[in-house]
């Protein structure tokens, strides 16, 4: 079946990838070594990968002045096009408009693009976390992030000339909205659900993406690859945990799986709005939006991020939520169910284990006290693993630390 | 909330129930008595009381030769509002044009209204049915309706005096669509799933109601109360099925009831949209169209229903389809599935009943056999019930009969 089933790109009727290849990418590196040099932070790589690969269409660079203020305030670019979290590139210094600057990433040091900088300005950051947030407090993950940006923002069109470590430390689960929906459509697929993962599925978890395969034509399991907050589970552990899951317990003609190099930026509503604008550009026709989506601590209600998109207006995104009401096991019926499913006489039977709890069972290896209810056997199993191997790094680490402080014994 | 947030009543800004009250009432009535009487089949009777409530918006009467040809045809009228099933009344002989009627409930014997006559014609019942039924088999119950219509079918606008017993028979479950709107407006509600029953709900329904729940604000309940086929449980019996296992299992909050007057037409996929088009005019947004929607014996495939959504034109039918897939409990992961959500692996430990094969368990009080997995014990409580005063019955039926025949013992 052709693509032309499935949704369109966001903001524009096509794909905007600004990845260059061949004898164009060869010339563009060569001369990009000659350039002034920018280094990127993680967050903001994994913006222009996105740009390169068409996640961010239609935008063609960092944002101006007028776009980020315009974003902060309206959720709109100056030209009227939705889009929820500015997209912006910090330096030290201003840089002079025309002058074309090379992009480096700070991580792995390799020139990832090239921009022509159009614009340097100041912003004032307080601001931007309070529009984007909800909050400038700096315990916030995200709020950290925008803080730790240099004093400048420097805006323009770029040009990429790399997806960095991503394509093969990822291999098999990242991929670019090309491929997804090539995918999509080789299936027939029109309707798709996106689940949008940077934890462990547990069965809360297999209860939504299972409502989502019974009303689409598919689900795509697309997990987050980029920098997460310490204490997450990391990557490569998730997609083992993910992959075991829907191979026991999905009929797998019915999930395909992908992974994109954003950074969290835990910013709740906002970033919940920003899943369906890139979900869009990965063929999505709907993201699935649960309880406390892209959330962190108790900086957002449980179901802002629907809030969010209940507010949208007219147009604003083609990609439809798929809301999800707070997921659980309720003993009383012997099933999965949700605060809408779930009798109010079963209040005391429903199952729930906070993120904090579960992670320090892990931890403490207490795994029989997880119930099969709460997570199915096979992924505890590897979560179980991994914790071990956390634990048994710890020990390195403290019998290095022991021989040289003595301390050893007492930690 | 206001109603204007409901869906609109098909082809029709608006209801238009032709039930006549008060003094407009009293004079048709008395006028009716001294008209010309036609007597109504049970099917005719339903689709009068349907006229009456606005469940049959924008219908105005029964239909005439040209839209009868049309809707046989191509589902829809010569005003090109889509309608998927004639709406027909028939007579032993034609009526003049011009002339009023009084139309007569055939069970009842009851003034169900008037209508003044435009048109009286003859049909090839074989091509209304071919067309309706994908089938002229007498076998089938939906043509055997139409081979026992008389000779000529009689159009023209009516007017309803009168919604027989189903108010009262049927009181807390009968409900016209400005009943169903008003309530679905107090609570919120925007998007509405309607299920359509005429069968206990056992735990296949459970789960697809439930994922109706889980992506809607609200289910609607919506049984048939007008008559079926032998050997199907009486809607009496259904209600209390219904209402047990609502009442045990599920969020009441999200769950509203209704029946409606209709006789069954085993239509398959054309009564699965007749479905959404009456569904419409009570106020829901969604149609939940599962395996063998409306179907009987082995007319139809079981997705027919499902190909007959996706097949309208654009702008055909504004209440959507919510399909769902063939659901059982899955015992390889412990909970209920269907074939787009159980792995290929468990596909040996899927539980299957028949309803022939409950219905024998069932009137044999093998209720042991049936497994809870299958239907929740309250409603096989009920059913077992049922089948017992069934079985008393035909003690004493065969008792008085073999007094007669001298062969009760034999029975």
Redo the contacts between chains.
């Keep these: 079946m052709s693509e032309s089933n499935l949704i369109k790109p966001h903001g524009s009727g096509v794909l905007m990838p600004l990845l260059l290849s061949g004898q164009e990418k060869v010339d563009e590196l060569k001369k990009a070594a000659t350039l002034k040099k920018v280094v990127m932070s993680s967050r903001e790589t994994g913006d222009l990968i996105m740009l390169g690969i068409g996640g961010f269409t239609p935008l063609k660079g960092f944002m101006g002045k007028d776009d980020w203020k315009s974003v902060c305030e309206e959720m709109k670019m100056t030209d009227g096009t939705f889009w929820p979290i500015p997209i912006t590139l910090s330096n030290d210094e201003p840089i002079e408009a025309g002058m074309e600057i090379c992009l480096i990433s700070g991580e792995t040091e390799e020139i990832m693009g090239t921009m022509k900088v159009t614009e340097s300005y100041q912003i004032d950051k307080t601001f931007e976390c309070e529009k984007v947030f909800a909050t400038a407090d700096n315990e916030h993950p995200g709020v950290k992030m925008v803080t730790a940006q240099k004093a400048w923002n420097i805006a323009g069109p770029v040009k990429v000339l790399s997806e960095s470590y991503f394509p093969k430390e990822f291999e098999g689960i990242y991929q670019r909205p090309a491929e997804s929906r090539k995918l999509f459509a080789e299936k027939g697929w029109r309707t798709i659900a996106a689940l949008q993962l940077r934890n462990p599925m547990h069965r809360s978890h297999e209860y939504l993406a299972?409502?989502a395969?019974?009303?689409s034509d598919g689900l795509y399991i697309h997990q987050l690859v980029g920098k997460l907050k310490p204490g997450d589970i990391p990557a490569d552990v998730r997609v083992k945990c993910i992959n075991t899951l829907v191979?026991?317990?999905?009929?797998?003609?019915?999930v395909l799986m992908g992974g994109y190099p954003l950074d969290m930026r835990y910013a709740g509503p906002r970033e919940g709005l920003l899943h369906g604008v890139f979900r869009q550009n990965f063929g999505c026709s709907h993201m699935i939006i649960g309880r406390d989506h892209a959330g962190v601590g108790d900086y957002y209600g449980p179901f802002d991020a629907q809030d969010a998109y209940h507010n949208l207006w007219e147009g604003a995104l083609e990609c439809k939520m798929?809301?999800?009401?707070w997921t659980f096991w309720d003993y009383g019926?012997g099933?999965?169910?949700?605060?809408?499913?779930?009798?109010?006489k079963n209040k005391d039977q429903r199952l729930f284990l906070s993120g904090t709890k579960l992670r320090k069972l892990l931890s403490e290896g207490k795994l029989d006290e997880i119930p099969p209810e709460f997570s199915r056997p096979e992924v505890l199993e590897i979560l179980k693993e991994y914790y071990a191997s956390l634990e048994e790094k710890d020990k390195v680490e403290v019998k290095l630390h022991g021989h040289a402080t003595g301390k050893a014994e007492v930690k």
């Design positions: 299972k409502i395969i019974e009303v191979k026991n317990y999905f009929n797998e003609d019915k798929l809301p999800i009401d019926q099933g999965m169910a949700s605060m809408k499913t779930s009798p109010e």
